[in-house]
């Protein structure tokens, strides 16, 4: 079965620190490129992380870029974010997906086929 | 604020035609993806690129784009298709992606 399955998530203080996992399982992870996409309680979805499938190539968004570190062990099909210095605007529902670039009839396009369920990082005092 | 515009809600009676649309620059170099996300659930990929849909989705869900807005159209649309929906693109830039607003769709 194709899934994604994240875990770590949880209560943290103010300028603390947590560590997401996802584990991969039903297709080839060491192939993929995976993100990190999160979604504060009530709203919508913010892009957050992409690693390409050898870890060579790295983006960020804005909000987290200098605070957050992603990184993959293809050996253990699995990747991994690295929160330091969190803040209450972090907190929200952190899912990884996978990326997958089409080329149909010609055409370039991109999509984020595979979701995982999500674990929720809280940062309160 | 996003770089993608959607309109926040928008309701359909059951079996009628409903189109949600998303405008942003990024569109006219990369096209969209759309999410269908349930309440408590993970989105699910419905519609990518410039008509395509994943095994599984219906065939009722099209995708569209004219410059810079691209649309999801559901035709005859069922219960079970409200929910939130969500445009995405890779921004302009390539090196990051961003997500619309999402739009809340009732079906009444």
């Known amino acids: 079965q194709v899934q994604l399955v994240e875990s770590g998530g949880g209560l943290v203080n103010p300028g603390g620190s947590l560590r997401l996992s996802c584990a991969a399982s039903g297709f080839t992870f060491s192939d993929s490129y995976i993100n990190w996409i999160r979604q504060a309680p009530g709203k919508g979805l913010e892009w957050i992380s992409y690693i390409s499938s050898t870890g060579s190539t790295i983006y960020y968004a804005d909000s987290v870029k200098g605070r957050f570190t992603v990184s993959r062990d293809n050996a253990k099909k699995s990747l991994y974010l690295q929160m330091n210095s969190l803040r209450a605007e972090d907190t929200a529902v952190y899912y990884c997906?996978?990326?997958?670039?089409?080329?149909?009839?010609?055409?370039?396009?991109?999509?984020?086929?595979?979701w995982g369920q999500g674990t929720m990082v809280t940062v309160s005092s | 604020s996003s770089e993608l515009t959607q309109d926040p809600a928008i309701s359909v009676a059951l079996g009628q035609t409903v189109r949600i649309t998303c405008q942003g620059d990024s569109l006219r170099t990369y096209y969209a993806s759309w999410y269908q996300q349930k309440p408590g659930q993970a989105p699910v990929l419905v519609i990518f690129?410039?008509?395509n849909r994943p095994s599984g989705i219906p065939d009722r869900f099209s995708g569209s784009t004219s410059g810079n807005t691209t649309s999801l159209t559901i035709t005859g649309a069922q219960a079970e298709d409200e929910g939130d929906y969500y445009c995405?693109?890779?921004?302009?830039?390539?090196?990051?992606?961003?997500f619309g607003g999402g739009t809340k769709l009732t079906v009444l």
């Open positions: 690129g410039k008509n």
């Open positions: 997906a996978r990326f997958r670039d089409y080329y149909v009839l010609g055409s370039y396009s991109d999509a984020f086929d595979i």
């Open positions: 995405n693109s890779r921004h302009s830039s390539g090196d990051h992606w961003v």
